[in-house]
Every structure is written in structure tokens, then in C-alpha cells.
């Protein structure tokens, strides 16, 4: 136990400098190329910080645990929005883009719902997951096709040229917070299952809350670290992106490799949960096109909420 909590802390220190690093590297590259942060949050970084998901629910499917696999992903995603948005906002308060509020959301929820409507037979199999992955694509599509700027030939131009002589290093500085973010969340993912399942928690449980608290930790070292940093684009980017990610990438990619059972109280339960998380951020967004501390605090207290009814 002692060692798992070493462990535990060593993890926490690779994933605070892989989220500096990332952020850093990412919201640099997105100057330098002309792209909104918003979009390299939701493609870069959301594609490397859901790589701790996949990673942990690909093992899940190939040990045949489904319970852990499907659970991961709606644990993840219901704390990227709880935690991640709740404790970012009430620490850095963020301004949301009118288009993030009437394109990027409604995807997420689009895709939410789409799992959900899947899912209904009791299981994702190869061609629910196929259609998850055309999903991404279309996703990926829309992302560098609607999103790239139109430069002028003037001083945008000019300060893009300067910039790319710094692209070779902002790209050592994504990957080394990849790596950073990778390792950081294996550690601690490793030591909290371990100390979980000593204390006799269910696979289920632990995917919803240990696990998935676990993999959605580079997504809250990224996003505080961005908007810390203020760079708000990028930490709303990285959480929406993410939860993209986890369904159509993770769940998609999973469920072609091996079928994944989606038991019946995941169905009543934690998928119209991660729905519920989904839809409630539109509203707090769209009052005032920003997430305050009361909103924050709001999403942040659902989610203990949300938590403390697999501990009582």
C-alpha cells in the first residue's frame, strides 16, 4: 500500500510537467500554423490525453471485462465535464465562443446520444463500432476543413514565417507531454485500481470512479494548466474533444476489436447520467457564452454528488 502510494505521487508529478509541456507546445503550434487553439484542443490534445482511456479499456476488452471498459469511458466523460470544466472554471473562470456553444457541444451531445442509442441492445458490437469510428472521421474532417484560417499577407503572414522556425520544437514539446501525461496516468491508474481492489471495490465501480478519475487526469492537468495560462479555447477544446475521443475513437476502436456487453444498469444509470452531464452544459454556457465560478461550482458539486452514490 505504502509503495502504491509512492507511486500514486510520482504519477501526479508526471502529469502536472506533461500538461505543461503539452500546452505550451500546442497552444504555440496552433499560433505558428493559424489554427483556433479551440481546434488543437479538440484534435492534439484531446487525442492524447484520451490515450490513457483507450489504453485502459483496450486492455479491459482483451481480459473480458466490459464492465471496466464501457465503464471508463462514461466515468471518463462524465468527469471531464463535473470535475475537469467545474474545478477549471471555479479556478480560472472561461469565456465560451458563441460557435463552441452552436457547433462543437452540440457534436459532443450528438455523439452522446449516439452511443446511447447503440447501446440499447445490450452490447456495442464490430458494426455499432465501425459506425463509431466513421464518426471520428467525420469529426476530424470537420475540424481541419471548417476551422483554418484565411491568413492575410501581412503581419499575420509575417509572424506565422517567424514562428515556424519554432515548430520543430513545439512539436518536441507536444510529444514530451504525451509521454509526460502517458506515464503519469499508467502510475496512478495502476497504484488506485491496486488499492482499490484491496479495499474489495467491483470492476464496475472502479471503471466509473477510480479508473476513470484516473484517465481523466491528464484532460484536468491540461485544461487547468490552459486556463491558468489563459487559454481558454484550449482547455473547452481539450474536454469536448475528449469526450468525442472516448466515444467514437476508444469505444469505437474497442467494440471492432471484441463486442463489449453494455450491462443493464450502465443503460438506466451512467449512460442518461453522461447524458444528463452533456446536456447540462449547454444551458450553463449559453446564459452568459462564459463558465463562471457558480457554474463551476455547480458542475463540479454534481459530480461529487454523482460519486459519493457508489461510496454510501
Not at 143 to 160: N, Q, V
Not at 201 to 208: F, P, Q
Not at 261 to 278: A, C, K, Q
Amino acid at each position: 500500500m505504502l509503495t502504491a502510494s509512492l507511486i500514486l505521487c510520482i504519477g501526479l508529478a508526471f502529469l502536472y510537467y506533461g500538461a505543461e509541456f503539452l500546452v505550451k507546445g500546442s497552444s504555440s503550434l496552433a499560433l505558428a500554423v493559424g489554427i483556433r487553439p479551440l481546434v488543437i484542443g479538440m484534435t492534439v490534445v484531446a487525442f492524447a490525453t484520451s490515450m490513457p482511456e483507450m489504453m485502459v479499456s483496450l486492455a479491459a476488452v482483451f481480459k473480458n471485462s466490459s464492465d471496466l471498459a464501457a465503464g471508463n469511458v462514461i466515468g471518463s466523460n462524465i468527469a471531464n465535464i463535473g470535475l475537469i470544466l467545474g474545478a477549471t472554471a471555479l479556478l480560472a473562470p472561461m469565456a465560451v465562443a458563441r460557435g463552441t456553444l452552436v457547433r462543437e457541444i452540440p457534436i459532443m451531445l450528438g455523439a452522446s446520444v449516439a452511443l446511447f442509442l447503440m447501446s440499447l441492445d445490450g452490447q456495442l458490437g464490430r458494426l455499432d463500432g465501425f459506425l463509431l469510428v466513421c464518426g471520428l472521421m467525420v469529426f476530424l474532417s470537420y475540424c481541419f476543413i471548417s476551422t483554418r484560417k484565411l491568413m492575410a499577407l501581412d503581419k499575420t503572414e509575417s509572424l506565422a514565417i517567424e514562428r515556424s522556425a519554432n515548430r520543430g520544437r513545439d512539436f518536441l514539446l507536444i510529444l514530451a507531454g504525451i509521454i509526460g501525461l502517458g506515464l503519469g496516468a499508467e502510475m496512478m491508474v495502476r497504484s488506485a485500481v491496486f488499492m482499490a481492489r484491496h479495499l474489495g471495490i467491483s470492476d464496475l465501480v472502479i471503471g466509473v470512479t477510480v479508473v476513470a478519475l484516473g484517465t481523466s487526469l491528464p484532460e484536468l492537468a491540461a485544461s487547468t494548466v490552459s486556463a491558468w495560462k489563459g487559454e481558454a479555447d484550449l482547455s473547452v477544446g481539450n474536454v469536448i474533444g475528449s469526450n468525442i475521443f472516448n466515444i467514437f475513437f476508444v469505444l469505437g476502436f474497442c467494440s471492432m476489436v471484441r463486442p463489449i456487453t453494455i450491462e443493464s444498469g450502465v443503460l438506466s444509470y451512467e449512460l442518461p447520467l453522461m447524458l444528463f452531464f452533456s446536456l447540462a452544459l449547454w444551458p450553463l454556457v449559453q446564459r452568459r457564452l462564459r463558465l463562471g465560478r457558480t457554474e463551476g461550482g455547480l458542475l463540479l458539486l454534481a459530480y461529487l454528488s454523482f460519486v459519493a452514490y457508489y461510496l454510501v
